[in-house]
C-alpha cells in the first residue's frame, strides 16, 4: 500500500489531522488498534480551549458541537468554605470554554472522516515505524493476522501514551520527562442534572472532588483517590456520599444522585517526550505528552499539536516548503510545557498530599491570595481558556 501520510491511531489527534490533511487534498491512512466502537466507547474529559473549537470548525465536524455544546464563561473554586468564581470571560477580553465530550468530538471526526471516503482500518494495530530517516517512511501494521506495510512520504504517530510511534525511535535520540503523582481520580458518569451550570474544582481535607458535566442532563463527577483504589470497592452510594462529603454544604445538598452510567479511576501523570519529530516520523498528542486531568488539557494539547503539524504538512505539498516541518517539534513543545506546568500547578493547589498540615493551609493561602487578585485570576483564566498558537506560517 502507498500514501502521502500514514497516521497510526484513530484517536482525536490522529483523526483531527486526516480531516485537515483530506480538505486540502492529501491523503491518509489511518491504522488503529482497537476496534471502531471500542474508541468510540471511552469516556475522557470534556472542556475544549478556543483554539480547539476554531480547529474543529476547520475541520467541517463542528456542527453538532455549535448545536448542543455548552459555553461556559467562568469556573468555581471551593475551599476552606468559601467559593471564588473565576471570571474567564471578563479576565481575558471575553474568551469562554465549550463543554462537550471527547467521546463525541471523536464520533464527530470519525463520521465526517468515513463519509467522505477517508481510510480507517481498526482492529490493526502499528507494530513499527521503519526508514522514518528517509524520504520514504514504511508503517508496518498487523490485520487479520498478517503483516502488512504501508509506504508513507509521512508518518504520524498519534498513538497515545502506550503506541509504537514513540517506541520505534532509540532510546538515545529522545528524551523523556515524567512525574507520577501519587493518587487517582475516580470518575462516575451519571444521567442527572448537573449540581451547578458552571464547573467546580473543590479543595478540601479529605481530597480534591470536581463537578464537571457533558449536557444539562448528564453529570460527570470526579474525587481524588488513592492509588491502590478499585472501581468494584465504590458503591454508587459510597461514591455520592464522599462526593458531597468534599463539596460546600450548600453544594452538597443540592447534589441530583442517580445509578453509574461509567465509573473508572485514571492515574494522574506529567510526560514529555522530546523531540516531537524524527526524520519523517512526528509524534503529536498522547504519544508525546501526558497531563493530569485537572484543567482538562490532554485534548486540547492534541489539538495545538495537530494545529501546527497539519500547516507544516500542507505547506510541504502545496508549496514545497520544509521550514515548517522543521520548526514543528520547537513550536509544540513550548505550547505543551506551558500546559504542563499549568496543569502540575493546577494539580499542586487542589489535591491533598499527605497528612502534613503546612501542605493544606499553603493551598489555603494561595486560594484565598487568588480569591483576591485580579493579576492571579487572570493569570489562571488565560491559561484555563487556552494561551494563543503561535504564529506558524
Ligand atoms: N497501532 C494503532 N493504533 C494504536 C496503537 C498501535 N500500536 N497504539 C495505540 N493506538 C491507538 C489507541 O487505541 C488510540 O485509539 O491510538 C489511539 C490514541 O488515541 P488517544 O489515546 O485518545 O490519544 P490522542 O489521539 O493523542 O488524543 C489525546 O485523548 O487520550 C486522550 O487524554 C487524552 O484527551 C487527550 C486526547
Ligand atoms: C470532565 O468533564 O471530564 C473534566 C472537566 C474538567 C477537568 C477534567 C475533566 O479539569
Known amino acids: 500500500m502507498r500514501t502521502q501520510v500514514g ?11 486526516a480531516r485537515l490533511l483530506h480538505l486540502q487534498g492529501i491523503e491518509s491512512i489511518i491504522v488503529e488498534r482497537q476496534s471502531k466502537a471500542h474508541v468510540l466507547g471511552r469516556i475522557r474529559a470534556g472542556v475544549l480551549e478556543t483554539g480547539t473549537v476554531e480547529l474543529l470548525r476547520e475541520a467541517q465536524v463542528a456542527h453538532r458541537m455549535d ?18 468564581r473565576i471570571d474567564m470571560a471578563h479576565r481575558t477580553g471575553g474568551k469562554h470554554v465549550m463543554i462537550y465530550g471527547q467521546t463525541k468530538v471523536t464520533e464527530d471526526l470519525v ?3 468515513l463519509g467522505a471516503g477517508g481510510q480507517i482500518f481498526y482492529d490493526a494495530p502499528a507494530v513499527g515505524v521503519e526508514e ?38 532509540p532510546g538515545n535520540q529522545i528524551t523523556l520527562f515524567e512525574k507520577i503523582y501519587p493518587f487517582g481520580w475516580l470518575g462516575i458518569l451519571s444521567d442527572v442534572p448537573p449540581v451547578q451550570d458552571e464547573l467546580i ?32 470497592k465504590w458503591s454508587d452510594d ?32 506529567s510526560f514529555v517526550a522530546e523531540p516531537m519529530r524524527f526524520g519523517r516520523l512526528f509524534l503529536a498528542g498522547d504519544a508525546a505528552h501526558i497531563v493530569p486531568p485537572t484543567g482538562a488539557k ?18 510541504f505539498y502545496k508549496e514545497k516548503r520544509v521550514d ?19 496543569s502540575w500547578w493546577f494539580t499542586g493547589l487542589m489535591h491533598k498530599y499527605d497528612d502534613d498540615p503546612i501542605s493544606h493551609r499553603l493551598q489555603v493561602a494561595e486560594l484565598g491570595y487568588i480569591a483576591g487578585s485580579a493579576a492571579a485570576q487572570t493569570a489562571m483564566a488565560e491559561n484555563y481558556v487556552g494561551l494563543p498558537y503561535e504564529d506558524f506560517t
Request: charged share 25%; aromatic share 10%; with cysteine.
Open 7 to 17: 497516521i497510526i491511531g484513530a484517536g482525536p489527534s490522529g483523526l483531527l489531522l
Open 67 to 84: 448545536r448542543d455544546g455548552l459555553i461556559h464563561d467562568g469556573f468555581n473554586l471551593a475551599f476552606d468554605g468559601r467559593r471564588q
Open 111 to 113: 463520521e465526517a472522516h
Open 132 to 169: 522514518y530517516s528517509t524520504d520514504r517512511p514504511r508503517l508496518i501494521f498487523d490485520k487479520n493476522g498478517r503483516h502488512q506495510e504501508i509506504v508513507c512520504d509521512f508518518v504520524a504517530g498519534c498513538d497515545g501514551y502506550h503506541g509504537v510511534a514513540r517506541q520505534s525511535v
Open 201 to 232: 474544582y473543590a479543595n478540601h481535607e479529605r481530597g480534591f472532588a470536581l463537578c464537571s458535566m457533558r449536557s444539562p442532563t448528564r453529570s460527570r463527577y470526579y474525587i481524588q483517590c488513592d492509588l491502590e483504589d478499585r472501581v468494584e
Open 238 to 269: 459510597a461514591f455520592w456520599d464522599e462526593l458531597r462529603r468534599r463539596l460546600p454544604a450548600d453544594v452538597a445538598e443540592q447534589v441530583t444522585t442517580g445509578p453509574r452510567l461509567e465509573m473508572s479511576i485514571a492515574p494522574l501523570r
Open 298 to 315: 490532554g485534548l486540547n494539547l492534541a489539538a495545538s499539536d495537530i494545529y501546527y503539524l497539519s500547516r507544516a504538512l500542507i505547506a
Open 324 to 342: 515548517l516541518l522543521d520548526r514543528y517539534s520547537a513550536a509544540a513543545l513550548r505550547r505543551v510545557w506551558k500546559a504542563i506546568r499549568f
